[in-house]
């Protein structure tokens, strides 16, 4: 797999498609790169949006879940922007469940910026990850 400056996958609406997911952005980052911590945390940020948009966003309505990356360097730093969009209604406000809600703080912890928006379209989550230097 060759590190192309963007890609694209499409994730089915469902568990067993989220390893696949995993190692090919594993596979993608390596490639252009990155340390193997920096993209770890890369993956695990952008596999919790991915399996939240699943379990959450995948309406009967939905085909699935868009995952889409760019890599890009600025002034020596490096960086990559990880979108995920599904076809959801999420409202923003989390259930109340003493077990669960902590995907989000996650994300947050993993990532540089996190940014969401949910619409009539459905939901986006846009995640920033720089890569230090090694």
């Known amino acids: ?9 499409p994730v089915a609406c469902t568990p067993a498609a989220l390893e ?3 190692r090919d952005l594993g596979r993608w980052l390596a490639a252009a ?3 193997a911590e920096a993209a770890a945390d890369v993956v695990l940020a952008v596999n919790e949006a991915v399996s939240n948009a699943v379990e959450h966003g995948c309406a009967k309505r939905c085909g699935g ?13 490096r960086r990559v922007d990880c979108t995920v969009h ?4 999420w409202n923003g406000i989390a259930r109340r469940c003493p077990a669960r809600g902590f995907g989000l ?14 619409g009539s379209a459905g939901t986006t989550i846009h995640l920033t990850s720089h890569d230090p230097p090694g």
């Not at 879940?65 to 730093?77: E, F």
């Not at 599904?86 to 209604?89: E, I, K």
């Not at 703080?105 to 949910?118: D, N, T």
């Open 20 to 22: 696949p997911m995993r």
């Open 33 to 35: 790169g990155w340390t």
């Open 86 to 89: 599904d076809c959801g209604d």
């Open 1 to 9: 797999m060759s590190a192309a400056g963007a890609v694209s996958w």
């Open 65 to 77: 879940v868009r995952l889409d990356a760019r890599l890009s360097s600025t002034g020596g730093t």
């Open 105 to 118: 703080p996650m994300i947050r912890e993993l990532s540089g910026e996190v940014r969401i928006e949910h």
